[in-house]
Protein backbone atom coordinates (compact mmCIF):
# COMPACT_ATOMS: atom_id res chain seq x y z
CA UNK A 1 0.00 0.00 0.00
CA UNK A 2 1.41 3.34 -1.11
CA UNK A 3 2.15 5.48 1.86
CA UNK A 4 0.03 8.62 2.98
CA UNK A 5 1.80 11.87 1.38
CA UNK A 6 2.55 13.82 4.98
CA UNK A 7 0.86 17.21 3.87
CA UNK A 8 -1.48 19.03 1.26
CA UNK A 9 1.01 20.08 -1.74
CA UNK A 10 -1.32 22.51 -2.35
CA UNK A 11 -3.51 25.13 -0.33
CA UNK A 12 -7.61 23.90 0.00
CA UNK A 13 -9.73 25.25 -2.57
CA UNK A 14 -11.32 28.28 -0.37
CA UNK A 15 -8.62 27.44 2.28
CA UNK A 16 -6.26 30.03 3.30
CA UNK A 17 -2.65 29.85 1.93
CA UNK A 18 -0.27 30.42 4.25
CA UNK A 19 1.67 27.10 4.99
CA UNK A 20 2.26 26.85 8.30
CA UNK A 21 5.50 24.85 9.02
CA UNK A 22 5.05 23.52 12.17
CA UNK A 23 2.07 21.48 11.53
CA UNK A 24 3.71 20.58 8.11
CA UNK A 25 0.45 21.75 6.15
CA UNK A 26 -1.61 25.07 4.51
CA UNK A 27 -3.66 26.47 6.96
CA UNK A 28 -7.57 25.22 7.03
CA UNK A 29 -9.27 28.75 7.76
CA UNK A 30 -11.75 30.36 5.22
CA UNK A 31 -10.49 33.91 4.74
CA UNK A 32 -12.93 36.41 3.87
CA UNK A 33 -13.98 36.72 0.44
CA UNK A 34 -11.63 37.90 -2.20
CA UNK A 35 -8.31 37.17 -0.49
CA UNK A 36 -6.02 34.36 -0.01
CA UNK A 37 -5.24 34.44 3.86
CA UNK A 38 -7.00 34.63 6.71
CA UNK A 39 -7.18 37.03 9.27
CA UNK A 40 -4.41 35.51 11.24
CA UNK A 41 -1.87 35.07 8.73
CA UNK A 42 -2.44 37.85 6.26
CA UNK A 43 0.40 39.95 8.04
CA UNK A 44 2.54 36.80 8.22
CA UNK A 45 2.40 36.35 4.56
CA UNK A 46 4.85 38.71 3.23
CA UNK A 47 4.44 42.21 2.36
CA UNK A 48 3.79 41.69 -1.47
CA UNK A 49 1.28 38.83 -0.64
CA UNK A 50 -2.11 41.06 -0.59
CA UNK A 51 -3.09 44.79 -0.67
CA UNK A 52 -4.45 44.02 3.30
CA UNK A 53 -0.56 43.74 4.47
CA UNK A 54 0.22 47.09 4.83
CA UNK A 55 -2.46 47.07 7.84
CA UNK A 56 -0.61 46.01 11.34
CA UNK A 57 -1.79 42.97 13.49
CA UNK A 58 -1.28 43.28 17.46
CA UNK A 59 -1.85 40.92 19.99
CA UNK A 60 -4.71 41.30 21.31
CA UNK A 61 -4.92 42.32 24.75
CA UNK A 62 -7.24 40.24 26.48
CA UNK A 63 -5.93 37.44 25.02
CA UNK A 64 -1.95 37.43 23.40
CA UNK A 65 -2.70 34.10 22.15
CA UNK A 66 -4.39 35.50 18.81
CA UNK A 67 -4.13 38.48 16.99
CA UNK A 68 -6.53 41.42 15.37
CA UNK A 69 -5.83 44.27 13.00
CA UNK A 70 -4.68 47.80 15.38
CA UNK A 71 -7.67 49.70 13.32
CA UNK A 72 -9.83 47.25 14.14
CA UNK A 73 -9.17 46.71 18.02
CA UNK A 74 -12.01 48.93 19.60
CA UNK A 75 -14.59 46.41 17.18
CA UNK A 76 -12.84 43.55 18.39
CA UNK A 77 -13.08 43.94 22.12
CA UNK A 78 -16.38 43.80 22.47
CA UNK A 79 -16.94 40.52 20.69
CA UNK A 80 -13.45 39.02 21.82
CA UNK A 81 -14.52 35.55 23.22
CA UNK A 82 -11.49 36.50 25.99
CA UNK A 83 -13.79 39.37 27.33
CA UNK A 84 -15.29 39.72 31.02
CA UNK A 85 -18.79 38.78 30.66
CA UNK A 86 -21.61 40.17 32.68
CA UNK A 87 -22.35 38.34 35.47
CA UNK A 88 -25.46 36.77 36.50
CA UNK A 89 -27.94 38.45 39.18
CA UNK A 90 -26.68 35.07 41.46
CA UNK A 91 -23.38 36.41 40.89
CA UNK A 92 -22.01 37.76 44.34
CA UNK A 93 -18.63 38.85 45.27
CA UNK A 94 -17.33 36.56 48.18
CA UNK A 95 -20.37 35.89 49.59
CA UNK A 96 -19.84 32.52 50.75
CA UNK A 97 -15.90 33.39 51.43
CA UNK A 98 -16.24 33.87 55.34
CA UNK A 99 -14.96 36.98 56.85
CA UNK A 100 -11.24 37.24 57.00
CA UNK A 101 -9.17 36.49 60.42
CA UNK A 102 -6.22 38.64 61.40
CA UNK A 103 -4.38 35.83 62.30
CA UNK A 104 -4.51 34.31 59.34
CA UNK A 105 -0.94 35.73 58.04
CA UNK A 106 0.56 32.57 56.67
CA UNK A 107 3.21 33.71 54.30
CA UNK A 108 6.26 32.57 56.51
CA UNK A 109 5.12 29.24 57.05
CA UNK A 110 7.96 26.52 56.14
CA UNK A 111 6.86 23.29 54.45
CA UNK A 112 6.49 20.31 56.54
CA UNK A 113 9.21 18.60 55.41
CA UNK A 114 11.72 21.56 56.69
CA UNK A 115 10.33 21.52 59.85
CA UNK A 116 12.64 19.97 62.62
CA UNK A 117 12.22 16.81 64.72
CA UNK A 118 11.13 18.91 67.57
CA UNK A 119 8.52 20.68 65.52
CA UNK A 120 6.95 17.87 63.78
CA UNK A 121 6.68 16.09 67.21
CA UNK A 122 4.90 19.40 69.36
CA UNK A 123 2.36 19.37 65.98
CA UNK A 124 1.42 15.67 66.65
CA UNK A 125 1.15 15.91 70.17
CA UNK A 126 -1.41 19.12 69.97
CA UNK A 127 -3.24 16.74 67.13
CA UNK A 128 -3.77 13.52 69.44
CA UNK A 129 -4.55 16.03 72.20
CA UNK A 130 -6.78 18.04 70.28
CA UNK A 131 -8.26 14.57 69.21
CA UNK A 132 -9.60 13.32 72.73
CA UNK A 133 -12.98 13.27 73.61
CA UNK A 134 -13.92 13.08 69.89
CA UNK A 135 -16.11 10.63 68.43
CA UNK A 136 -13.97 9.14 65.34
CA UNK A 137 -16.06 6.31 64.98
CA UNK A 138 -17.71 5.75 61.68
CA UNK A 139 -20.46 3.36 60.41
CA UNK A 140 -20.55 1.71 57.90
CA UNK A 141 -23.73 3.17 55.29
CA UNK A 142 -22.47 1.19 52.13
CA UNK A 143 -25.54 1.04 49.95
CA UNK A 144 -26.70 0.75 46.03
CA UNK A 145 -29.91 1.92 44.13
CA UNK A 146 -31.92 0.00 41.94
CA UNK A 147 -31.29 2.46 39.06
CA UNK A 148 -27.89 1.67 38.49
CA UNK A 149 -28.49 -2.12 38.54
CA UNK A 150 -27.91 -2.62 34.79
CA UNK A 151 -24.94 -0.63 34.43
CA UNK A 152 -22.96 -2.07 37.62
CA UNK A 153 -23.52 -5.47 35.91
CA UNK A 154 -22.48 -4.11 32.61
CA UNK A 155 -18.89 -5.94 31.78
CA UNK A 156 -18.29 -3.44 29.18
CA UNK A 157 -17.60 -1.30 31.95
CA UNK A 158 -13.98 -1.00 33.11
CA UNK A 159 -12.33 -0.84 36.69
CA UNK A 160 -12.62 3.08 36.68
CA UNK A 161 -15.98 3.44 35.71
CA UNK A 162 -16.86 0.29 37.86
CA UNK A 163 -15.77 2.10 40.69
CA UNK A 164 -17.42 5.48 40.42
CA UNK A 165 -20.73 3.97 39.62
CA UNK A 166 -20.38 2.07 42.75
CA UNK A 167 -19.58 5.41 44.82
CA UNK A 168 -22.61 6.90 42.45
CA UNK A 169 -25.13 4.13 43.86
CA UNK A 170 -23.93 4.34 47.47
CA UNK A 171 -24.54 8.29 47.24
CA UNK A 172 -27.92 7.39 45.56
CA UNK A 173 -28.74 5.01 47.96
CA UNK A 174 -28.07 7.22 50.84
CA UNK A 175 -30.04 10.48 49.30
CA UNK A 176 -33.34 7.41 49.24
CA UNK A 177 -31.87 6.63 53.16
CA UNK A 178 -32.48 10.03 54.45
CA UNK A 179 -35.98 10.24 52.50
CA UNK A 180 -34.36 13.36 50.02
CA UNK A 181 -35.32 11.14 46.86
CA UNK A 182 -38.61 12.69 46.19
CA UNK A 183 -40.42 14.86 43.85
CA UNK A 184 -40.87 18.65 44.17
CA UNK A 185 -37.37 18.83 45.16
CA UNK A 186 -34.67 21.01 43.34
CA UNK A 187 -30.91 19.26 43.93
CA UNK A 188 -27.86 21.48 43.90
CA UNK A 189 -24.78 19.38 42.70
CA UNK A 190 -21.82 21.26 43.67
CA UNK A 191 -18.73 20.22 41.61
CA UNK A 192 -21.18 18.61 38.94
CA UNK A 193 -18.16 18.15 36.67
CA UNK A 194 -19.72 16.21 34.04
CA UNK A 195 -23.15 15.98 35.96
CA UNK A 196 -23.54 12.10 36.73
CA UNK A 197 -24.53 12.15 39.96
CA UNK A 198 -27.48 14.51 39.17
CA UNK A 199 -27.75 11.98 35.89
CA UNK A 200 -28.37 8.97 38.66
CA UNK A 201 -30.51 11.11 40.80
CA UNK A 202 -32.89 11.88 37.69
CA UNK A 203 -33.26 8.47 37.11
CA UNK A 204 -34.07 7.11 40.52
CA UNK A 205 -36.94 9.60 40.28
CA UNK A 206 -38.59 8.17 37.46
CA UNK A 207 -41.43 10.57 36.45
CA UNK A 208 -41.75 12.04 39.63
CA UNK A 209 -43.66 15.84 39.05
CA UNK A 210 -41.58 19.58 39.42
CA UNK A 211 -37.59 18.24 40.37
CA UNK A 212 -35.37 20.79 39.20
CA UNK A 213 -31.61 20.07 38.94
CA UNK A 214 -28.70 23.15 39.52
CA UNK A 215 -25.29 21.88 38.44
CA UNK A 216 -22.80 24.03 39.60
CA UNK A 217 -19.26 24.31 37.73
CA UNK A 218 -16.61 26.97 37.76
CA UNK A 219 -15.37 25.62 34.79
CA UNK A 220 -16.32 25.04 30.86
CA UNK A 221 -16.66 20.71 31.07
CA UNK A 222 -16.13 17.72 28.07
CA UNK A 223 -18.41 15.44 28.07
CA UNK A 224 -21.53 16.35 30.08
CA UNK A 225 -24.05 13.97 30.10
CA UNK A 226 -26.89 16.42 30.22
CA UNK A 227 -28.18 15.45 27.13
CA UNK A 228 -29.26 11.63 28.37
CA UNK A 229 -32.06 12.74 30.56
CA UNK A 230 -35.32 11.53 29.42
CA UNK A 231 -37.40 12.47 32.70
CA UNK A 232 -39.71 15.06 30.96
CA UNK A 233 -40.54 16.30 34.23
CA UNK A 234 -36.94 17.11 35.28
CA UNK A 235 -35.30 20.04 34.32
CA UNK A 236 -31.39 20.74 34.29
CA UNK A 237 -29.59 24.06 34.61
CA UNK A 238 -25.89 24.61 34.43
CA UNK A 239 -24.25 27.37 36.27
CA UNK A 240 -20.79 27.92 35.45
CA UNK A 241 -19.62 30.35 38.62
CA UNK A 242 -17.07 29.37 41.85
CA UNK A 243 -19.27 28.46 44.56
CA UNK A 244 -17.56 31.57 46.68
CA UNK A 245 -19.48 33.94 44.54
CA UNK A 246 -23.14 31.87 44.53
CA UNK A 247 -25.90 33.35 45.97
CA UNK A 248 -29.23 30.75 45.58
CA UNK A 249 -31.47 32.87 46.43
CA UNK A 250 -31.15 34.83 43.11
CA UNK A 251 -31.78 31.61 40.78
CA UNK A 252 -34.81 32.23 39.20
CA UNK A 253 -36.16 28.68 39.45
CA UNK A 254 -36.07 28.69 43.26
CA UNK A 255 -37.23 32.02 43.14
CA UNK A 256 -40.63 31.17 41.28
CA UNK A 257 -41.02 27.41 42.60
CA UNK A 258 -39.84 28.06 46.40
CA UNK A 259 -38.73 24.50 46.23
CA UNK A 260 -36.61 22.62 49.20
CA UNK A 261 -33.05 22.50 48.25
CA UNK A 262 -30.94 19.11 48.39
CA UNK A 263 -27.40 20.03 47.92
CA UNK A 264 -25.52 16.61 46.97
CA UNK A 265 -21.82 16.20 45.63
CA UNK A 266 -19.01 13.60 44.65
CA UNK A 267 -15.48 14.31 45.93
CA UNK A 268 -16.40 17.45 46.21
CA UNK A 269 -12.61 18.79 46.82
CA UNK A 270 -11.58 21.08 49.72
CA UNK A 271 -12.40 24.73 50.48
CA UNK A 272 -15.26 23.70 47.94
CA UNK A 273 -16.95 22.08 50.33
CA UNK A 274 -16.64 24.82 52.77
CA UNK A 275 -18.12 27.23 50.06
CA UNK A 276 -21.47 24.86 49.49
CA UNK A 277 -22.14 24.35 52.82
CA UNK A 278 -21.87 28.13 54.15
CA UNK A 279 -23.89 28.59 50.54
CA UNK A 280 -26.80 26.11 51.85
CA UNK A 281 -27.11 26.70 55.56
CA UNK A 282 -26.13 30.25 56.01
CA UNK A 283 -26.24 32.78 52.78
CA UNK A 284 -29.05 30.80 51.08
CA UNK A 285 -31.56 30.43 54.33
CA UNK A 286 -30.58 34.06 55.37
CA UNK A 287 -31.87 35.86 51.88
CA UNK A 288 -34.79 33.74 51.76
CA UNK A 289 -35.55 35.69 54.62
CA UNK A 290 -34.63 38.45 54.05
CA UNK A 291 -36.80 38.31 50.52
CA UNK A 292 -40.01 37.23 52.58
CA UNK A 293 -42.44 39.65 53.82
CA UNK A 294 -42.77 37.04 56.83
CA UNK A 295 -40.21 35.24 58.41
CA UNK A 296 -39.78 31.89 57.37
CA UNK A 297 -39.47 30.47 61.38
CA UNK A 298 -42.54 32.10 61.88
CA UNK A 299 -44.73 30.20 58.92
CA UNK A 300 -43.24 27.07 60.51
CA UNK A 301 -44.07 27.78 63.51
CA UNK A 302 -47.59 28.15 62.26
CA UNK A 303 -47.77 25.11 61.32
CA UNK A 304 -46.33 23.07 64.36
CA UNK A 305 -48.78 24.14 67.02
CA UNK A 306 -50.08 21.36 69.89
CA UNK A 307 -53.89 21.93 68.28
CA UNK A 308 -52.78 19.84 65.38
CA UNK A 309 -55.58 17.01 64.05
CA UNK A 310 -54.46 13.75 62.70
CA UNK A 311 -56.57 15.02 59.87
CA UNK A 312 -54.44 17.72 58.84
CA UNK A 313 -50.97 16.02 59.76
CA UNK A 314 -49.93 15.66 56.19
CA UNK A 315 -50.81 18.78 54.95
CA UNK A 316 -49.44 20.43 57.53
CA UNK A 317 -46.37 18.59 57.24
CA UNK A 318 -46.00 19.53 53.34
CA UNK A 319 -46.38 22.84 54.32
CA UNK A 320 -43.58 23.23 56.54
CA UNK A 321 -41.52 21.01 54.40
CA UNK A 322 -42.31 23.76 51.08
CA UNK A 323 -40.72 26.57 53.88
CA UNK A 324 -37.63 24.91 54.87
CA UNK A 325 -35.07 26.15 52.55
CA UNK A 326 -32.48 23.17 52.75
CA UNK A 327 -34.26 19.86 52.56
CA UNK A 328 -30.60 18.62 53.28
CA UNK A 329 -26.87 17.90 52.22
CA UNK A 330 -25.43 14.78 51.14
CA UNK A 331 -21.41 15.35 50.30
CA UNK A 332 -18.72 12.78 49.83
CA UNK A 333 -15.61 14.78 51.24
CA UNK A 334 -12.00 14.71 49.53
CA UNK A 335 -8.43 16.23 48.98
CA UNK A 336 -8.64 17.69 52.94
CA UNK A 337 -5.20 19.42 52.08
CA UNK A 338 -6.84 21.80 49.67
CA UNK A 339 -8.85 23.31 52.80
CA UNK A 340 -8.09 27.12 53.24
CA UNK A 341 -8.62 28.63 56.96
CA UNK A 342 -9.95 31.51 55.27
CA UNK A 343 -13.05 29.92 54.24
CA UNK A 344 -13.16 27.10 56.28
CA UNK A 345 -16.54 26.40 58.24
CA UNK A 346 -15.21 24.95 61.81
CA UNK A 347 -13.12 27.66 63.11
CA UNK A 348 -14.97 27.81 65.79
CA UNK A 349 -14.41 24.28 66.59
CA UNK A 350 -10.69 24.75 66.02
CA UNK A 351 -10.17 27.59 68.40
CA UNK A 352 -11.83 25.75 71.52
CA UNK A 353 -9.53 23.36 71.15
CA UNK A 354 -6.70 25.70 71.52
CA UNK A 355 -6.09 25.51 67.84
CA UNK A 356 -5.91 28.46 65.15
CA UNK A 357 -4.86 29.18 61.89
CA UNK A 358 -1.11 27.41 62.00
CA UNK A 359 -1.87 24.17 63.21
CA UNK A 360 -4.95 24.46 60.66
CA UNK A 361 -2.59 24.84 57.93
CA UNK A 362 -0.29 21.98 58.97
CA UNK A 363 -2.81 19.47 59.52
CA UNK A 364 -4.67 20.30 56.42
CA UNK A 365 -1.37 19.25 54.55
CA UNK A 366 -0.34 16.32 56.95
CA UNK A 367 -3.82 15.33 55.84
CA UNK A 368 -2.60 13.60 52.54
CA UNK A 369 -0.92 11.15 54.15
CA UNK A 370 -3.83 9.57 54.72
CA UNK A 371 -3.91 8.47 50.76
CA UNK A 372 -0.13 9.27 49.94
CA UNK A 373 1.53 7.66 52.40
CA UNK A 374 5.03 6.95 52.37
CA UNK A 375 6.93 5.07 49.46
CA UNK A 376 7.98 1.53 50.52
CA UNK A 377 11.48 0.09 49.40
CA UNK A 378 10.57 -3.33 48.43
CA UNK A 379 9.46 -4.68 45.41
CA UNK A 380 5.82 -5.78 46.65
CA UNK A 381 5.55 -2.45 48.92
CA UNK A 382 6.25 -0.71 45.74
CA UNK A 383 3.63 -2.39 42.96
CA UNK A 384 0.89 -1.45 46.19
CA UNK A 385 1.89 1.99 46.29
CA UNK A 386 1.50 2.22 42.31
CA UNK A 387 -2.21 0.26 42.76
CA UNK A 388 -2.76 3.23 45.20
CA UNK A 389 -1.58 6.20 43.10
CA UNK A 390 -4.09 4.71 40.45
CA UNK A 391 -6.72 4.33 42.64
CA UNK A 392 -6.18 8.02 43.65
CA UNK A 393 -6.24 9.18 40.23
CA UNK A 394 -8.87 7.34 39.07
CA UNK A 395 -10.83 9.17 42.12
CA UNK A 396 -9.27 12.07 40.84
CA UNK A 397 -10.69 11.93 37.66
CA UNK A 398 -13.67 14.17 37.96
CA UNK A 399 -12.83 16.39 40.21
CA UNK A 400 -9.01 17.15 39.82
CA UNK A 401 -9.70 19.94 37.76
CA UNK A 402 -11.11 22.16 39.94
CA UNK A 403 -7.66 23.96 40.58
CA UNK A 404 -7.79 24.67 44.29
CA UNK A 405 -3.93 24.19 45.83
CA UNK A 406 -2.18 20.80 46.11
CA UNK A 407 0.13 19.99 49.24
CA UNK A 408 3.53 20.70 48.54
CA UNK A 409 5.15 18.34 50.76
CA UNK A 410 6.74 15.35 49.47
CA UNK A 411 6.51 12.38 52.57
CA UNK A 412 9.84 11.28 51.42
CA UNK A 413 11.55 14.44 52.78
CA UNK A 414 9.98 14.07 56.26
CA UNK A 415 12.25 13.74 59.46
CA UNK A 416 12.38 9.64 60.01
CA UNK A 417 9.83 9.77 63.12
CA UNK A 418 7.21 8.11 61.92
CA UNK A 419 6.57 4.96 60.67
CA UNK A 420 3.92 4.32 56.80
CA UNK A 421 1.35 3.36 58.88
CA UNK A 422 1.66 6.06 61.81
CA UNK A 423 1.67 8.30 58.87
CA UNK A 424 -1.56 7.10 57.50
CA UNK A 425 -3.15 7.18 60.98
CA UNK A 426 -1.97 10.68 61.48
CA UNK A 427 -3.60 11.96 58.20
CA UNK A 428 -6.95 9.67 58.89
CA UNK A 429 -6.78 11.83 62.17
CA UNK A 430 -6.18 15.22 60.78
CA UNK A 431 -8.94 14.48 57.56
CA UNK A 432 -11.68 13.73 60.87
CA UNK A 433 -10.46 16.40 62.58
CA UNK A 434 -11.61 19.46 60.37
CA UNK A 435 -14.03 17.37 59.35
CA UNK A 436 -15.48 17.56 62.77
CA UNK A 437 -15.26 20.99 62.64
CA UNK A 438 -17.85 20.65 59.79
CA UNK A 439 -20.06 18.59 61.80
CA UNK A 440 -20.00 21.16 64.67
CA UNK A 441 -20.53 24.30 62.18
CA UNK A 442 -23.91 22.42 60.98
CA UNK A 443 -25.17 21.56 64.22
CA UNK A 444 -24.54 25.06 65.33
CA UNK A 445 -26.76 25.43 61.92
CA UNK A 446 -29.71 24.01 63.15
CA UNK A 447 -28.74 20.17 61.38
CA UNK A 448 -28.32 16.87 62.70
CA UNK A 449 -25.36 15.84 61.00
CA UNK A 450 -22.88 13.14 60.94
CA UNK A 451 -20.28 11.12 58.77
CA UNK A 452 -20.31 7.70 57.48
CA UNK A 453 -18.40 5.54 55.53
CA UNK A 454 -19.71 5.03 52.00
CA UNK A 455 -17.99 2.75 49.63
CA UNK A 456 -14.95 0.13 50.82
CA UNK A 457 -11.56 2.14 50.92
CA UNK A 458 -10.16 -0.21 47.57
CA UNK A 459 -13.20 1.28 45.63
CA UNK A 460 -12.16 4.71 46.62
CA UNK A 461 -9.82 6.29 49.29
CA UNK A 462 -11.41 9.48 49.92
CA UNK A 463 -14.68 7.31 51.00
CA UNK A 464 -16.67 9.43 53.68
CA UNK A 465 -19.68 10.97 53.42
CA UNK A 466 -21.07 14.30 55.21
CA UNK A 467 -24.46 13.94 55.30
CA UNK A 468 -27.07 16.52 57.55
CA UNK A 469 -31.04 16.85 57.91
CA UNK A 470 -32.84 19.66 59.85
CA UNK A 471 -33.17 18.63 62.98
CA UNK A 472 -37.30 19.65 62.50
CA UNK A 473 -37.39 17.25 59.44
CA UNK A 474 -34.95 14.61 60.62
CA UNK A 475 -35.95 11.06 60.58
CA UNK A 476 -35.63 8.78 63.34
CA UNK A 477 -31.65 6.76 62.85
CA UNK A 478 -31.08 8.82 59.38
CA UNK A 479 -28.04 11.26 60.52
CA UNK A 480 -27.88 10.56 64.51
Known amino acids: MAAMPTATPVPIEGRCSYFVERKNRFCRMVPAAGRRFCGEHAGAAGAGAEEENTRKRILCPLDPKHTVYEDQLEKHLKKCNSREKPKPDYFIQDINAGLKDETEILDELVPISSLSEEQLENLIKKLRKASKGVDYTLKDQIMSHPALHDVLNDPKNGDSAFKHLKQQASILGNIERLNL ?145 VAGIVIALCCHHRCDWRHYVGKEFFKTLGLGPVEFNYFQRMSSWATCGMRETTLETSKINIKKRDDQTNDNEEHDHEGYRKTDDNPEGLPGLLTVEERKNIGRLCKLLIDQGRIQYLQQKGYNASLQYYTESLVSLENVLLTALPKQSSTPGSTT
Request: with cysteine; net charge positive; charged share 30%.
Open 181 to 325: LRPRRCFVEFGAGRGKLSHWVDIALQEAEKVYFLLVERVTTRFKVDGKHKNRNSVFERLQIDIQHLCLSKIPVLIKEKLPVVGIGKHLCGVATDLALRCLVETYPTRCREGNEEPVAKRIKKTDTENDTSGNEESEKNELEQWIP
